[in-house]
């Protein structure tokens, strides 16, 4: 399989500027060869995330999923940052999506491969991961989707 630089070519993903921290945290912490990410939400539009609201009421599950998608492009920047670059990354660990739900919305799950099929697309098998999806009340900013991944780097 191409390198996950290569892949992201060929997907047409350009990996943005590392999101800063809203609040006091620190973007990543690494421990030996683990990284644990700080969950991350949609890109910043006119101040604001890029989707807002809850599944299954002011967004659609589809665009959940495209949410999913970009939290997991702003935190692949900053695994980036961590790694020493994205071809670094030995493997994808475990990754939890929580998602600002409507009561009796239960496509969690559906929401979450937005994530976890880019992840695979990217790094192959290295990219299938352990994971868990989470319906929620709210989120940080009104933001429909944060995702929160820890990986594996090369030491």
Same mark, same amino acid.
């Given at each position: 399989?191409?390198?996950?630089?290569?892949?992201?070519?060929?997907?047409? *993903?350009?990996?943005?500027?590392?999101?800063?921290?809203?609040?006091?945290?620190?973007?990543?912490?690494?421990?030996?060869? #683990?990284?644990?990410?700080? +969950?991350?939400?949609?890109?910043?539009?006119?101040?604001?995330?890029?989707?807002?609201?809850?599944?299954? %009421?002011?967004?659609?599950?589809? !665009?959940?999923?495209?949410?999913?998608? #970009?939290?997991?492009?702003?935190?692949?920047? @900053?695994?980036? !940052?961590?790694? =020493?670059?994205?071809?670094?990354?030995?493997? *994808?660990?475990?990754?939890? @999506?929580?998602?600002?739900?409507?009561?009796?919305?239960? =496509?969690?799950?559906? @929401?979450?491969?937005?994530?976890? !099929?880019?992840?695979? !697309?990217? %790094? =192959?098998?290295? =990219?299938?991961?352990?994971?868990?999806?989470? +319906?929620?009340?709210?989120?940080?900013?009104?933001?429909?989707?944060?995702v929160d991944i820890t990986l594996a780097v090369k030491t």
């Amino acid at each position: 399989m191409s390198k996950p630089s290569e892949r992201l070519k060929e997907l047409g *993903i350009a990996l943005p500027p590392a999101p800063k921290p809203v609040a006091s945290y620190v973007p990543y912490v690494r421990h030996g060869n #683990l990284v644990f990410l700080s +969950g991350q939400i949609p890109p910043m539009q006119d101040g604001k995330p890029a989707y807002q609201g809850q599944a299954g %009421f002011e967004q659609r599950l589809e !665009d959940a999923r495209e949410a999913a998608k #970009l939290c997991t492009i702003n935190a692949l920047s @900053v695994a980036a !940052d961590a790694a =020493g670059g994205i071809d670094n990354i030995e493997r *994808i660990v475990k990754v939890v @999506v929580y998602v600002a739900s409507h009561e009796n919305f239960t =496509g969690q799950h559906l @929401v979450a491969n937005g994530c976890s !099929d880019l992840l695979k !697309d990217i %790094f =192959g098998e290295a =990219g299938r991961h352990a994971r868990a999806a989470v +319906g929620v009340a709210e989120l940080p900013l009104d933001s429909t989707v944060e995702v929160d991944i820890t990986l594996a780097v090369k030491t």
